[in-house]
């Protein structure tokens, strides 16, 4: 015998879109709202910039006047700043972690359910 | 087919099969192109030129992959909803359900930040001609409700405004290598930081830089999503998938070599768009003008297609109510899936109008990454439940399972490169995607029907 | 007030006058058709009309 679905109403899909909304934009905003998100260079300009002294040659200072930059001063900061690549073990292993619990709790889940799919699609095995 | 059948399926409303193998071409690349444009540079702030390069490439082999396995996949499960259908029928119906997800943020998020894109595009060009302070919001607002309304009135008048946007686009980029290439540039070509300054973060910058590196080829995958429009599915979808990436890799290589040359690399790492200011360092009014509108075409095709993909995956998961079946509704004039078109309209706003751009970007990615991952997997499954010869594949692809071990590794790179900065919102995605797959598993899953969800005309799947 | 000024508001105007007919267009249909028959699209439908699966 098919499983048969119970009827949803209006209320019930209205619902179910509202909760999923929700979701979304808590997972896109949380983060901003904490104020953890992103990456930022930070700047450590020189103290008497000049164009040989921040590696810039003929060509290049061509190209940054080009842009808008006329003296090594105005692209100093912009060519100082680095990012800070150091990282915490521990915060990887718990991300690592994470995300391969999740593909494996998606993927555990899944088969429960598609094992009831094959055997409504195709009948019960014959053996 | 019996006489029955075919009465009942005039009753039924369909989508329409109007499309060809140009039309999803210009859906893959014209979602894509404007990775060229804007975003892919910020790989070289990441690493230095020289990991801008090398993440390049890197992330063209891991498309190649992607372009491989999926175009084996869906010319055999040509559905609405591309990866989602195939998750369906490969993994189970929770895995359907995340995809489904994945592919519905990946796009609406893309469309926001196109939309965003075109905003402050249009304040850069109405700074240059002396108006300061353009109110964005309209330009915003007007971008993502006319596109909405074209995919509304039809998919075939869509997909052929993308193809004829996007390959200007694509030929704007070359005419700026060969102009550049035969002196057209006031300022010469300079690739000494290659020499002096190859890697400023050593080996960890390229890995870093891989993150953007996405950027080049995101969102080719979204060929699949025309699976039910094509006239000929098993035939144009390898053909246009295919295509595409080769395109895709010229356009990247070559934007790579010109913006690198004539940008210092300093200030590539931070443009907002740097063909553009690319073709402002030549001097060259011609092609400023050029490479302007080019910009302005990439991000519309972009939108474009990203509606379209975003709709057909969310009207697939109503279809088979994974989501309220209210969604599943196919226009009886247009043929489009109406309901989602307009649904989606007021998110992509939430999302352009509140968000600032990098991250909804990262969200993007994340979501592209989440999907690449659960390709790998995908492919090895459908191997092992359908052997090659037990059903009619309309491509198959050489050196499995070579190709999805190779995705795997660099999709694990690469969700290394998002933790180095972007470690937050990988934690906040996936607990999204962890309380939203709970919540469909103990709730929402009751309304599906269980036989239903399985509708290709297979044998059964080995060891079921 | 200059042309970009005008063309905001021009932008305004057509943002509302496209979302004004996609949603009255939307009611219209909605209220024509039965709802069964605008949902009664099911996937795979063509594929065994179209495709062949046999070797």
């Known amino acids: 015998m098919a499983y048969q679905p119970p009827k949803q109403g209006l209320v019930g899909q209205i619902v179910d879109v509202f909760v999923l909304l929700v979701l979304t934009v808590g997972a896109l905003y949380l ?9 930022a260079k930070t700047p450590q300009p020189l103290e008497n910039p000049t164009w040989e002294a921040l590696g810039q040659n003929a060509a290049e200072q061509q190209q940054w006047a080009a842009l808008g930059y006329p003296d090594a001063a105005s692209a100093n900061e912009m060519i100082t700043a680095r990012f800070d690549y150091t990282f915490s073990w521990t915060a990887l292993i718990v991300m690592a972690v994470v995300v391969i619990g999740y593909f494996v709790l998606v993927v555990r889940l899944s088969e429960k359910e598609y094992r009831e799919v094959i055997a409504e699609r195709f009948g019960d095995r014959k053996n | 087919m019996s006489n029955t059948t075919a009465a009942a399926a005039q009753e039924r409303l369909g989508l329409l099969r109007v499309l060809g193998p140009g039309h999803v071409w210009a859906l893959g690349v014209g979602i894509v192109l404007v990775g060229e444009y804007m975003g892919w540079n910020f790989s070289v702030g ?48 929770l895995m359907a359900f995340n ?48 596109l909405a309304w074209l995919n509304y009135r039809g998919v075939l008048a869509s997909l052929s405004f993308n193809f004829i946007i996007t390959a200007f686009a694509f030929v704007a980029i070359i005419v700026l290598f060969l102009s550049v290439q035969f002196g057209a540039s006031a300022v010469p070509l300079d690739f000494s930081a290659v020499s002096n300054e190859p890697l400023p973060y050593g080996w960890l910058g390229i890995v870093a830089a891989l993150h953007f590196g996405l950027w080049y080829y995101l969102g080719i995958e979204g060929t699949c999503q025309a699976a039910e429009e094509v006239r000929s599915p098993a035939r144009s979808l390898p053909f246009g ?67 379209n993909d975003a709709s057909r995956a969310w009207f697939s998961m109503g279809r088979d109510r994974y989501l309220p079946s209210w969604f599943g509704a196919v226009h009886p004039h247009y043929r489009t899936p109406y309901r989602s078109i307009v649904f989606l309209v007021p998110i992509a706003l939430i999302f352009a109008l509140g968000a600032p751009l990098d991250q909804v970007i990262t969200f993007s990615i994340l979501s592209g990454l989440l999907g690449y991952t659960f390709m790998t997997f995908n492919m090895v499954m459908f191997r092992r439940k359908w052997p090659l010869g037990t059903i009619k594949r ?30 937050t919102q990988l934690i906040a995605m996936l607990s999204f995607y962890i309380i939203a797959s709970l919540w469909f598993h103990f709730w929402r899953y009751r309304f599906v029907r269980r036989g239903d969800q399985f509708t290709m005309p297979w044998p059964r799947p080995i060891g079921y | 007030m200059d042309i970009w000024n005008y063309l905001e508001y021009a932008a305004w105007a057509l943002s509302a006058l496209v979302a004004a007919i ?25 594929e065994l009309t179209q495709e062949r699966h046999e070797l």
């Open chain 1, 31 to 39: 983060p901003l709202y904490l104020g953890l998100a992103g990456a």
């Open chain 2, 46 to 93: 990441k690493g230095g030129m020289i990991a801008g390069l090398v993440a390049c490439w890197v992330a063209g082999l891991l498309y190649t992959c992607v372009a491989m396995i999926d175009s084996e996949v869906t010319s055999t499960v040509a559905a609405a909803g591309g990866q989602y259908a195939q998750a369906k029928h490969i993994v189970g119906p």
């Open chain 2, 99 to 146: 995809v489904g997800l994945f592919l519905v943020m990946a796009y609406t998020m893309l469309e926001a930040a196109n939309a965003i894109t075109i905003g402050f595009l249009l304040d850069t060009v109405a700074g240059m001609l002396g108006h300061s302070g353009l109110n964005q919001k309209p330009f915003i607002i007007l971008t993502i409700l006319a």
């Open chain 2, 241 to 307: 998938t295919m295509a595409g990436i080769m395109t895709l890799l010229i356009a990247a290589t070559l934007t790579w070599y010109v913006c690198s040359g004539l940008i210092p690399w300093e200030y590539l790492g931070n443009a907002g768009t740097p063909l553009f200011d690319a073709a402002r360092v030549t001097g060259n009014s011609g092609l400023m003008v050029l490479l302007f509108i080019g910009t302005a075409f990439a991000t519309t095709a972009s939108a474009n297609g990203c509606i």
């Open chain 2, 394 to 423: 309309g491509y198959v692809h050489p050196w499995h399972p070579l190709p999805a071990l190779l995705l795997l590794l660099i999709c694990g790179a690469t969700y290394f490169a998002v933790f180095l900065g972007y470690g």
């Open chain 3, 22 to 46: 996609m949603l009255l267009d939307m009611f219209r249909i909605d209220t024509t058709y039965d709802n069964e028959l605008l949902t009664s699209s099911r996937e795979g439908e063509l």
